[in-house]
Structure formats: structure tokens, C-alpha cells
């Protein structure tokens, strides 16, 4: 039986922070073919989750001699802030995904950055939603399907899922349950392809703008959110735009950046462009950096270590303290306002104008 002698209410607790942290597995929970929830708890007790339906996590996973870095958006809801959990897919070339079906259990602790991300309803409200996902992209609608359910239930909501199979529907049920009580909210699923045996009552083939006008006649008043593979997203887009959807009003989330090669040394410098210096107080290096290095390649190229996930400026793993100098940022919101003023950079997007001093 849990001790509750240490109760506490929420308001006598501290929020988890958004810089680094460790958390505890508590649970796993199998929900379709190749993809498994796994729920998390503060390591240290008297903390609870502060963060917005649709952000996501960067996950530091013990694979090999070197953690691999995933991030993974949140499925949970900020509603219920004692546990955090993420749902996950487990692809073939799966590596870190793959590592989590097969060894994290309950008990075991991994190290955490975040939340981040610009992809929610709080950042974009609406007077109503169409949520329209596709595979593992359900998890930041389900995040704030839950969220609104929890805050605001009256809220209109059209939920659109595209899923390979019927049995491939992740959150099925759940999604299912709110679709009958959750006054406002309706429910539409497009499948690919039907076994021989399966029967299904729904839609079959692919997303197109005749399947959203089906299922969400009013899709054009309504704020919309797109989540899934890029071809996915891209179809999405090009129905709502030929339907003469005011694109303002849509947004979108990836995690498929390819991280940028390294560029290559050379000892000779063209016109005024001359290294400059990069140093690393953590470290204590100090080091030369070719013109247009950003300071993650820098780092690399001098054996500084600097966690980094996806290389765009998109997840915020590579967050460090600028303590002195200049950069050109450009970033695709992996980073807050508040943040830059306070002297953090992303090292992946962060090129040095001049001598700079970095905190790692």
C-alpha cells in the first residue's frame, strides 16, 4: 500500500522544471500493434507536471556506450499532473523506440528534457477544433482531447484518424467513450486497407477534402490541427487549400528534420571570413571555429558534448547558456522568448558573429 503520511495538495508541491530531470516508469501499457504507452512520475516526490496539451519530451535512452536522444510528444494531459506519459511506435529501424519496448520497465529512471513545443490549442485558440492525426501522430491531439475534456468539455471538437487498419486505431476505445458522452465532440476514422474477416462500418482509403467535408462540414470555421507523415500532412494541407481554407488558421506538427552533415575543416579561409573563438567554460576549452560552424558542430569537432535530438532548432535538447558574444539564431521554435532573454541559445541553429563564451 502507497504511504500517503507526506500528503500534500497540488498548491504545496513543486512544479517539475523544463531544464533537466529524472523520471521514474511506472507503467506500460500495450494499445495497438507496435505501440505502447508508458506512463512516468517525478523521481522525487512532491513534484507535479506543468506543461501544454501538445508539447513534447526529449528522452535520454541508455542503448549503447553512448544515450541515444528521442523525443517523443506528450499523450497525457496537464489536467491530471501527477504522471506524464508518451505513446510510442516501434518502426523496424526503431533504435531508442525499440529499446523502450524491450527494457524499460517499472522502477527503472531516465533522464528528461522539456517539455517544449508551439504545437497546442493554448497557443492557437479557437472557438472550435477539427483534429485531424495519422498513426503515432494522434498522440498531441489525444493530449489535448484529453485536456479540453478535463477543462473545458462543452468544447467543439471534430476528431479526425487515419490509421493502415481498424486494429491499428490507437486510443480507439477511448476516443470511442467520447464521442458518445462528450456532447460537442464527434468522431470520424478512415481506414486503409480491411482483412477479409474484419467488418467496419467507417471510412476506407485515403484522406481527402471530399472525407473532411464528410465528417466536418464545417471545417472551414473551424482552427485546425495536423499531426502525422509528411505526405500525410502535405495532402492535408493541399485539400484544406483548394477548399479556400484560410491557412492562417492551420498547424502542423513533424519530428522528421534530417539532421545537417558537418561541414568539412579547411585550413584555408576565402575573402574576410576568418575562425573565430568558441569557448566552453564547463569544459574549459577554448577553440577556433570555421565561419558558419554553428556551435554544436564546434562543440563536436573539439570533443565538447552537447545533448542534441533533431538538428533543426525544433525540440530544444541542445539548449545552452550563452554567457558572452554574439549568434545568429535561427530556430523553429525549439526555444522561448523568455529564454533567448535570458541568455539561452540551441547550439544546432546558433552561429557565432563573433568570439563567444558558452556554458558547456
Not at 522525487?44 to 553512448?66: A, D, I, S
Not at 517523443?72 to 489536467?79: D, V
Not at 534530417?258 to 569544459?283: C, I, N, T, Y
Request: charged share 25%.
Amino acid at each position: 500500500m502507497a504511504d500517503l503520511g507526506g500528503y500534500k495538495h497540488i498548491d504545496e508541491m513543486r512544479p517539475w522544471s523544463d531544464r533537466v530531470h529524472l523520471l521514474e516508469c511506472v507503467a506500460w501499457t500495450p494499445e495497438a500493434p507496435d505501440v505502447m504507452t508508458f506512463t512516468f512520475k517525478a523521481d522525487q516526490p512532491g513534484h507535479w507536471f506543468r506543461y501544454l496539451p501538445g508539447q513534447f519530451v526529449t528522452l535520454e535512452l541508455p542503448v549503447g556506450p553512448e544515450p541515444v536522444l528521442r523525443t517523443y510528444t506528450l499523450s497525457s494531459s496537464p489536467s491530471r499532473p501527477y504522471t506524464i506519459a508518451v505513446t510510442v511506435k516501434a518502426q523496424k529501424e526503431s533504435i531508442g523506440t525499440r529499446w523502450m519496448f524491450d527494457h524499460l520497465k517499472p522502477g527503472m529512471k531516465i533522464r528528461a528534457i522539456g517539455p517544449v513545443g508551439d504545437f497546442s490549442y493554448v497557443r492557437h485558440p479557437g472557438e472550435k477544433y477539427l483534429f485531424i492525426s495519422a498513426g503515432s501522430g494522434v498522440t498531441p491531439m489525444m493530449s489535448m482531447t484529453r485536456d479540453l475534456g478535463d477543462r473545458a468539455p462543452d468544447t467543439d471538437i471534430a476528431f479526425i484518424h487515419c490509421a493502415r487498419s481498424p486494429n491499428d486505431i490507437v486510443f480507439r476505445w477511448e476516443l470511442e467513450y467520447k464521442a458518445r458522452y462528450m456532447s460537442h465532440f464527434s468522431l470520424g476514422f478512415i481506414v486503409e486497407q480491411l482483412d477479409r474477416t474484419q467488418l467496419w462500418s467507417g471510412l476506407k482509403g485515403w484522406i481527402d477534402k471530399a472525407k473532411v467535408a464528410l465528417l466536418a462540414p464545417d471545417f472551414l470555421e473551424r482552427t485546425v490541427f495536423c499531426c502525422g507523415p509528411e505526405p500525410f500532412m502535405r495532402t492535408v494541407r493541399e485539400a484544406l487549400s483548394g477548399a479556400g481554407f484560410d491557412m492562417r488558421n492551420y498547424h502542423e506538427e513533424t519530428f522528421q528534420p534530417v539532421a545537417p552533415e558537418l561541414p568539412v575543416v579547411v585550413a584555408e579561409h576565402a575573402g574576410d571570413a576568418k575562425p573565430v573563438r568558441v569557448s566552453f567554460s564547463m569544459s574549459g576549452k577554448q577553440v577556433l571555429s570555421e565561419p558558419g560552424f554553428t556551435i554544436l558542430q564546434a562543440a563536436r569537432a573539439n570533443g565538447v558534448r552537447i545533448p542534441a535530438a533533431c538538428e533543426s532548432g525544433l525540440c530544444g535538447t541542445c539548449r545552452v547558456m550563452k554567457l558572452s558574444g554574439e549568434v545568429e539564431m535561427n530556430h523553429n521554435g525549439g526555444i522561448l522568448d523568455e529564454e533567448i532573454d535570458e541568455g539561452y541559445i540551441l547550439a544546432c541553429c546558433s552561429r557565432p558573429k563573433g568570439d563567444v563564451e558558452i556554458e558547456a
